[in-house]
Nanobody, 126 residues
Framework: QLQLVESGGGLVQPGGSLTLSCAAS????????IGWFRQAPGKERERVTC????????YYADSVKGRFTITRDNAKNMVYLQMNSLKPGDTAVYYC???????????????????WGQGTQVTVSS
């Protein structure tokens, strides 16, 4: 059974850092694009970042560019999201998702990903 499990969320003060992990089981991540998405209360799910499978190209939302970094370790079947300089506006449930995408992941919206984790809460507050 194909499964994604996020971990690493928690409470952090503004300016702090967190690293989220996404572990895949039941399939090999290497052939899939991986995205990190987030959803705050009362808001739509938004794309934060993604990494393509065929060339490793990445995309970052303007709101996180320069602060967040996505990496993948195909040997460990893991994807990571390093989040630095966190702001209260980053508070949300963060999800990882996977899909086989024909083009660079930057062209795909959340609804085009078929495999999702259960999410991990990130709260940025003093």
């Amino acid at each position: 059974q194909l499964q994604l499990v996020e971990s690493g969320g928690g409470l952090v003060q503004p300016g702090g850092s967190l690293t989220l992990s996404c572990a895949a089981s039941g399939f090999t991540l290497g052939g899939y694009a991986i995205g990190w998405f987030r959803q705050a209360p009362g808001k739509e799910r938004e794309r934060v970042t993604c990494i393509s499978s065929h060339d490793g190209s990445t995309y970052y939302a303007d709101s996180v560019k320069g602060r967040f970094t996505i990496t993948r370790d195909n040997a460990k079947n893991m994807v990571y999201l390093q989040m630095n300089s966190l702001k209260p506006g980053d508070t949300a449930v963060y999800y990882c998702a996977a899909e086989r995408l024909a083009l660079s992941c930057r062209f795909y919206e959340p609804h085009e990903y078929g495999y999702w984790g259960q999410g991990t809460q990130v709260t940025v507050s003093s």
